[in-house]
């Protein structure tokens, strides 16, 4: 029995440890932060998330879904705010299982640890910061944080589950492999929160993700289950409205009271808040390999993205299950494994780096424009009329299981299409069924039906 050193217990290295104690390997976590189940973690990382059907899956196949569900707020679609405070809803999808969920990062990471330590197969070490590794020796040194002495560890199977700012990849960098790129985005965020009304309601829509799009900005907010509302503030780093602007209390309230007249509103002490809580950094990290020896980067250890499109948990979940699934597929020969892995995910990994780019553009700006909301209606109108050929680009995203690679592919297709039928029309009721069918079969295959699923 092969036994697995894991750096990192967040979400990805919690679910990824409950597929391999499944397996029946011996798996010992590395973790830096305390066990968040017996100490609290001050803030700094988004406490909800975006859970979609790629994440769902991997806890489906470990059977934990249905303790999952207690944790979960759906969110049917999009409630724009203007800068006049009006309303308007956007359907994510159009079917009554189209919706994402929101999840508590605590709650969700607590029950993975769990269910990890019940196969009887898992051990995790929290306070333990990897500090070297030796690929010579194979042997890895851990520093306790708390009395900051250090141990070694003998690993045989060495996996890098430890996120963005993965110390399992710079050793990669340390022996030579070259190929790692970390583009921050211009753009930065601070978290906010809207908290319940008096009586314990939500005070906003509870089954939305809301947005107040403004063009180079915006704010977003994702219901939890105290009904309070987690709400981040994206803005430009630099510039006369940026984070570098917000330089007293006064100058924050006069932004929200500006331009997020009704969710300011809704903020008690914001001024205060905004300068009590850390304000982040957004960027994306592309691996040329993430193999190296025998360890393995998975999670954003590889693959870091920005939240706009709500796929980076989702993403680093699939990881684990296209890990699990090749183990089966070559008998647990992990060189072959780690091979075939990286092949494998890497296309699509950048492919969901650059849709969630791209996404920051739509969240932020194009949902204000009445084209692009008549362009969402002739999509959702195809998808009806040709189910096997034509779904929305973000239904293909979020709701099916078609690799991100060909999403993007296929959604570079389709904005052809959707550009051509909605330039002489003003109205979906206008559109021209025949010539659009002839677009789609001239342009796109018919899908599989295992991505429909």
């Not at 915006?218 to 984070?243: Q, W």
């Not at 008690?268 to 950094?281: E, Y």
């Not at 204000?368 to 959702?380: G, N």
């Not at 979020?398 to 051509?420: D, E």
Request: aromatic share 10%; hydrophobic share 40%; net charge negative.
């Amino acid at each position: 029995m092969k036994e697995i050193t894991m750096i990192g217990a967040g979400l990805v290295g919690s679910l990824m440890s409950i597929f391999l104690g499944r397996r029946g390997y011996k798996v010992d976590v590395f973790e830096k932060l305390p066990d968040i189940r017996k100490e609290s973690i001050s803030a700094g990382r988004s406490i909800n998330l975006a859970l979609a059907n790629r994440g769902i899956r991997p806890m489906q196949q470990v059977g934990i879904m249905d303790k999952v569900e207690n944790l979960l707020i759906p969110m049917t679609g999009r409630m724009l705010h203007d800068i006049d405070g009006n309303l308007q809803y956007q359907a994510y999808g159009q079917k009554d299982e189209e919706v994402i969920y929101s999840v508590s990062r605590g709650g969700l990471v607590s029950l993975l640890r769990d269910a990890a330590e019940a196969t009887g197969n898992v051990t995790f070490h929290f306070k333990q910061s990897l500090h070297s590794v030796d690929y010579k020796s194979n042997t890895i040194t851990l520093e306790n944080t708390v009395d900051k002495t250090h141990k070694q560890h003998l690993f045989e199977i060495l996996l890098g589950a430890d996120g963005a700012p993965s110390n399992v990849r710079k050793s990669f960098e340390e022996n030579g492999i070259k190929g790692v790129s970390f583009d921050l985005l211009t753009h930065s965020y601070k978290e906010l929160i809207i908290p319940a009304s008096q009586s314990d309601d939500f005070l906003i829509e509870k089954n939305a993700l809301h947005i107040w799009p403004r063009g180079e900005y915006m704010l977003i907010a994702l219901p939890n289950l105290d009904a309070s509302f987690t709400v981040t503030l994206f803005l430009p780093n630099e510039g006369e409205l940026s984070f570098e602007s917000l330089t007293s209390k006064e100058s924050v309230r006069q932004l929200f009271d500006t331009k997020f007249q009704d969710a300011a509103a809704l903020i008690p002490d914001l001024a205060d808040m905004f300068f009590a809580n850390p304000t982040g950094m957004l960027g994306t990290i592309r691996c040329q390999q993430w193999n190296y020896k025998n360890a393995l980067l998975i999670g954003d250890a590889a693959h870091a993205v920005v939240p706009f499109h709500g796929q980076g948990m989702n993403c680093g979940f699939e990881d684990c299950s296209e890990l699990n699934s090749l183990l089966d597929k070559y008998n647990g020969d992990w060189g072959k494994v780690m091979t075939v892995y990286t092949e494998a995910r890497k296309d699509n990994a950048n492919a969901i780096a650059d849709m969630a780019l791209e996404n920051y553009i739509e969240m932020r700006d194009s949902v204000r424009d009445p084209k692009f909301h008549l362009k969402k209606a002739i999509a959702f109108e195809l998808e009806k009329q040709f189910p096997s050929w034509f779904i929305p680009r973000y239904s293909m995203v979020m709701f099916h299981h078609i690799p991100y690679a060909q999403a993007k592919s296929r959604g570079t297709v389709q904005s052809q299409i959707l550009a051509q039928l909605s330039e002489n029309i003003e109205d979906v009721k206008d559109l021209d069924i025949s010539f659009a069918e002839k677009l789609i079969k001239q342009t796109l295959t018919v899908l599989p039906a295992e991505y429909l699923q």
